[in-house]
């Protein structure tokens, strides 16, 4: 009986000092992000231009249709590019599989909508927000981008940007918290999110796929 109780409160011990380093990592994490983006986050019709707007992926359903929430995002960068504040857009997310194509998903809604096909660049590796920011500078070659997204997410995004060598600027979408309950689980989850952004950070990693200098993004400026 001694025993039992003596490894019971081992687990509990260890137990709380497990949640304990956790909450002490989202709060470290949350902290690093919103200083990394303080002052870099906008409305559409303040933020500043750049040469590009950077759109990160979300859900897109089985018959190729975007998400509300990527469709939010991909409509604030129409509207970036139709006033001029860029003038290209980038947009970067997961292809990992054949049958589902992020990227290709949102080239074909902004060119439904009368964006021309030569101003839209396919990131078909942005797997993360990491990776999508680390491959609009190592692959495409960005230097100062717009990245859209929705605003639970913009302090995270924008903060890795520009860690990692883009000088970012942040829109996030609101208009979508409609959604009660996908916009809450996204919330919830973007507590952890944080801890991941700042080991990446930390680490220094790749992104999970890192290949030679692509020309799009500079074919789209060129084009415009």
């Known amino acids: 009986m001694v025993r039992i109780r003596a490894w019971f409160k081992r687990i509990v011990v260890a137990g709380a000092l497990c949640v304990a380093a956790a909450v002490l990592a989202m709060a470290a994490g949350d902290l690093w992000v919103r200083a990394g983006a303080s002052g870099h986050v906008y409305s559409a019709a303040d933020v500043p231009a750049a040469p590009v707007a950077l759109v990160l992926g979300s859900e897109v359903y089985p018959d190729g249709s975007p998400s509300p ?3 939010a995002r991909l409509e604030i960068a129409r509207q970036l590019l139709v006033t001029g504040k860029v003038k290209a857009i980038l947009v970067s997310g997961d292809h990992m599989d054949w049958g589902y194509n992020e990227p290709g998903a949102m080239f074909r809604w902004l060119i439904d909508r009368g964006v021309p096909s030569q101003r839209v660049v396919l990131d078909h590796a ?3 927000t990491y990776d999508s920011c680390a491959r609009a ?3 495409f070659g960005v230097g100062e981008a717009i990245v859209v997204t929705q605003s639970y997410h913009i302090d995270r995004a924008v903060a890795l940007c520009r860690r990692l060598g883009v000088d970012a600027s ?3 979408d609101d208009s979508v918290r409609i959604y009660a309950e996908p ?3 996204c919330v919830i989850r973007e507590r952890g999110a944080v801890v991941k952004a700042l080991t990446d950070v930390v680490s220094g990693r790749d992104p999970v ?3 030679p200098l692509e020309p799009g993004v500079g ?5 415009g």
């Open 69 to 71: 929430f990527l469709a």
């Open 209 to 211: 796929f890192l290949g």
């Open 219 to 223: 074919s789209a400026l060129a084009s």
């Open 137 to 139: 500078k190592k692959v």
């Open 126 to 128: 942005g797997f993360d």
């Open 183 to 185: 916009w809450r689980k």
């Open 170 to 172: 942040g829109i996030g």
